[in-house]
């Protein structure tokens, strides 16, 4: 089989690829082993873990909420099953939606695992061979398992094997404190699971807004999930019903299930990409330039086996510039405003520098401004009102260099520091424009006015 460009994967990166290659005019065509498009994050990642988060926020409410805002209702029971179904249901559609997407711009679904024997062949596991013009290899990453005794056992699973679960485990041991451990974490506390997240380094979400880490540490303690930090797992034993997880010096917590969150592999083995000349490294996967082009011109890698971010949203990008670059134009990456989400509760985004790495990098020329949910009029009508919203700019010339949000909708409304970074906006931009009342959008422009001094709806500060 011939075409102008051969996509070697079927997630955000791939199938964002393939659609942009095709609509330049190309033919293209997808290989993917899976029975469904859509990679990780629509299959086993972030759609369906946030379709339980939805679940995980209306128990919440129902609990929580409702009786503040005057409506009364019995208590709440998680049908675990139904929540399952409208996860898998949710799944299915966007999956569906996705192969669709692919046929009506033209594009053909090779179903196969896809190996290249040359630049610009590709053999296909019970499927016809595909000969490209240009390849753009997007096969994504894979849960990492650190070797600890004991941890091959089936009731230690990843991150796709919770998501398989049919009931709710008692007692749950997360196993690393970052974006995924956290936010699974989260889930079945509200499910009603006993929680203890096991971390070796002494913060959860490490790469996140230190003070965010601080808030979200806060708020786990509030709904009574354990978190031990500065505590290496040593070994797992599983006595027939439960397991009992070792840590620290000595210490120990029974479990019914494990989940292992410890980071993510670039997907490079069995690719044929160093017999052909294009060197992987088990870690970083494949090195690209500012055009997603390999060590070969005229192959392409993007998304999380580029080794850049492990994100679905950068991972689109990539795969557009990927896919216009195969195609002949001139297209670059850069250094785009890269939003970081975490879908706990309370929800954390960031975008930008955190203000450690802006003083890092600019010494005492930083403001800060901090303005919290508290004294927001549409959080406290909504009863929701853990965290804030940190402003972070430099002083010299104003320019934003950070947005952080902790608490409602955080991972919604970060998208406007995206689009204020990127357009190098200083903070009197935000600080100055009308933002809509009572919303809560309108936090952003009240953090920028606490980074100028001039704050309205918080007292001064003492001097």
């Given amino acids: 089989m011939d075409c102008d460009v051969a996509v070697l994967g079927g997630g955000p990166a791939g199938y ?67 929540a399952a179904a409208w996860k898998d249901g949710v799944v299915e559609q966007m999956t569906g939606g996705v192969a669709g997407l692919l046929k009506a711009n033209g594009v053909e679904w090779v179903r196969g695992k896809g190996r290249f024997t040359s630049p610009t062949t590709i053999a296909v596991e019970g499927a016809e061979g595909v000969t490209c013009k240009s390849a753009i290899v997007a096969t994504g990453s894979y849960p990492m398992r650190p070797p600890i005794p004991g941890l091959d056992s089936a009731r230690c699973v990843d991150s796709t094997g919770l998501l398989s679960q049919t009931e709710v485990p008692r007692r749950l041991v997360v196993l690393g404190g970052g974006i995924i451990g956290c936010e699974f974490a989260s889930i079945f506390a509200h499910f009603g699971s006993e929680v203890t997240i096991v971390e070796m380094l002494p913060t959860l979400i490490p790469q996140e807004d230190a003070d965010a880490a601080k808030e979200l540490r806060k708020a786990f303690k509030r709904r009574g999930i354990a978190v031990e930090l500065e505590k290496q797992c040593t070994g797992v034993e599983d006595t027939g019903d439960h397991l009992v997880v070792r840590y620290g010096d000595g210490e120990s917590v029974e479990a019914d299930l494990m989940l292992v969150s410890v980071g993510r592999a670039p997907l490079v083995q069995g690719l044929g990409l160093d017999e052909i000349g294009i060197p992987t490294d088990p870690r970083s996967g494949i090195a690209t330039d500012d055009h997603m082009r390999t060590a070969i011109p005229t192959i392409f890698a993007a998304g999380d086996v580029a080794g850049r971010w492990q994100l679905a949203h950068t991972a689109f990008r990539e795969g557009e510039i990927a896919a216009e670059n195969a195609m002949g134009h001139d297209s670059a990456l850069g250094s785009p405003a890269v939003p970081r989400l975490i879908y706990t509760d309370p929800e954390i985004a960031g975008v930008g520098l955190t203000e450690a790495q802006a003083r890092e990098r600019y010494g005492d020329d930083v403001a800060v401004g901090v303005f919290p949910w508290s004294a927001n009029a549409r959080a406290v009508m909504s009863g929701t009102t853990t965290g804030w919203v940190k402003s972070i700019h430099e002083t010299t010339y104003g320019e934003l260099l950070g947005l952080v949000i902790v608490g409602p909708h955080a991972t919604d409304l970060i998208e406007a520091g995206v689009v204020a970074i990127d357009a190098e906006a200083t903070v009197e931009t935000v600080a100055d424009g009308i933002a809509p009342h009572p919303t809560l959008s309108e936090a952003i422009k009240e953090a920028g006015l606490v980074a100028l001094g001039r704050a309205i709806h918080l007292p001064p500060k003492r001097r």
Avoid: M, N
Wanted: net charge negative; proline share 4%; charged share 20%.
């Fill in 16 to 82: 964002t690829a393939a659609i942009r290659a095709a609509q330049l005019g190309g033919k293209v065509v997808c290989i993917e082993q899976e029975p469904e498009l859509g990679g990780t994050c629509l299959r086993v990642g972030c759609i369906p873990t946030k379709a339980w988060v939805q679940t995980a926020h209306a128990l919440h409410d129902a609990r929580e909420t409702f009786a503040k805002l005057g409506v009364g209702v019995s208590e709440p029971q998680l049908d675990f099953l139904q």
